[in-house]
């Protein structure tokens, strides 16, 4: 076993939610190689043909983790290794945090073509495709952005891509929408925490809205401009917002997860031209994480 591969534990957890073999003619080469290959080139974010001979050909890694990424199969198994987890009891739902981080695209991550990719095997297109590939361009070149809500124990509950130059505020409903734990009995999938907590880059009056909707208890600081102008409108700018330092400090959660998350170089840098390849980059480190003692 080399460094980074999945131990046998991790291995035992795994292998019960992958795919079954190929279809008919052929045989799929074994899942655990193929996977260790993949996990090994998000560690280190080499290119796809520099994998080392042990994981066997490099092209058969590269499809499998492109075909698993358009037709949401790592989606899937992320959920499922969520539900265990819930199922254990292993899930802080007290406070989950959004936030968000910018990752610096690579130039190969750019030129990819203009038609919308085909999902293998299918006439359909990518479950996370996007038309404008999850690129960006600000002042520093290329870049993409990951949306996340993360649980009290550091790790991924639910993420988006998009590019760089979006802003969070618009994105937390998304965010929080995609939310999904099964239950491994009966009943339906959780997707509420106790409370969330963001920094003040959230707070507008829409997604407030949308939390006392959903009975969700929220720790939102309000920006001073925001404040200044509840308080000029007088009775008609609305209560104060209420705020709690000592719940607030349990922000640092969200980016210790981002952190986590960014110890994957390819992750931290994109190198994936098309948006669905990355977002099944970023869910099959989010996986990692959850199996993970």
């Known amino acids: 076993m080399g460094r980074g591969d999945l131990t046998n534990e991790e291995w035992r957890r795994l292998e019960p939610h992958l795919p079954a073999g190929g279809r008919r003619g052929g045989r799929w080469a074994g899942h655990r190689r193929v996977i260790n290959g993949i ?13 080392p001979e042990r994981f066997g050909r490099w092209k058969t890694v590269y499809e499998r983790h492109r075909r698993w990424s358009a037709d949401g199969t790592w989606g899937r198994i992320l959920q499922v290794v969520q539900a265990e987890a819930d199922a254990e009891d292993r899930i802080d739902w007290s406070m989950v945090g959004v936030d968000s981080t910018s990752c610096r695209a690579h130039q190969h991550a750019a030129g990819a073509r203009r038609k919308a990719p085909r999902t293998p ?44 130059q979006w802003g969070d505020a618009p994105q937390m409903i998304p965010v929080l929408e995609r ?4 239950r491994t009995g009966e009943g339906r999938p959780r997707t509420t925490p106790d409370r969330l907590s963001a920094d003040k880059a959230y707070s507008s009056r829409s997604n407030r809205r949308y939390l006392r909707r959903r009975r969700i208890k929220h720790t939102i600081p309000e920006p001073r ?13 609305g209560r104060p917002v209420g705020f709690d330092k000592e719940r607030y400090k349990r922000r640092n959660e969200v980016e210790r ?37």
């Open 39 to 51: 996990l090994f080139r998000e560690r280190t974010g080499i290119p796809w043909r520099d994998l």
């Open 121 to 164: 095997k299918k006439r359909s297109t990518p479950r996370q495709h996007r038309p404008d590939e999850g690129l960006g361009r600000s002042r520093g070149g290329l870049t993409s952005k990951i949306h996340l809500a993360s649980d009290g124990g550091c790790r991924p509950l639910a993420l988006l891509v998009t590019p760089g």
């Open 179 to 182: 939310i999904r734990v099964p």
């Open 225 to 237: 401009d925001q404040r200044a102008n509840r308080r000029r409108r007088g009775s008609r700018g």
């Open 257 to 293: 997860t981002i952190n986590r998350l960014k110890s994957f170089r390819a992750v931290a840098t994109r190198f994936d031209k098309r948006a669905y390849v990355f977002h099944g980059t970023v869910t099959v480190a989010a996986i990692r994480l959850w199996l993970r003692a």
